[in-house]
């Protein structure tokens, strides 16, 4: 059975690892072809595969640049994959919350016990 394709749209082409790692660095600024290969550690035959998905699915544009082609990002594919998440933020705000009101509460028993532990009275130092 045939692979699906990657390049069908950004959600299918920011599910590999490699090419989500080119788009962090793409992020930063335009780059060649080798540096991409340089800071990624791997061959360039992969990285250029990898580019030319992100170059499908409109995720990097290229441009020329003398004998270089320089890689960078073009955002506006990714809001779809923005939108989405986004509607999962308030499930992790809520669930965040309610860790915080745990975390108080773990902590607030861990001070009464510290204060119960060095209770003057109950070390026999009570005064009278």
């Known amino acids: 059975m045939a692979r699906a394709a990657t390049t069908t749209d950004a959600f299918n082409a920011v599910a590999e690892p490699r090419r989500r790692q080119i788009l962090d660095l793409l992020a930063r600024g335009e780059l060649a072809v080798n540096e991409i290969v340089e800071r990624m550690g791997v061959a360039q035959p992969l990285v250029s595969k990898h580019l030319k998905v992100l170059r499908e699915v409109g995720l990097v544009d290229v441009r020329d640049d003398g004998r270089r082609r320089l890689y960078r990002l073009d955002p506006v594919p990714l809001k779809p994959i923005h939108e989405w998440v986004r509607g999962f933020e308030q499930l992790w705000s809520e669930r965040f919350d309610r860790m915080d009101v745990v975390l108080e ?24």
């Open 105 to 128: 509460e773990l902590m607030e028993a861990e001070n009464d016990e510290r204060k119960h532990d060095h209770d003057p009275q109950r070390d026999g130092d009570a005064a009278g």
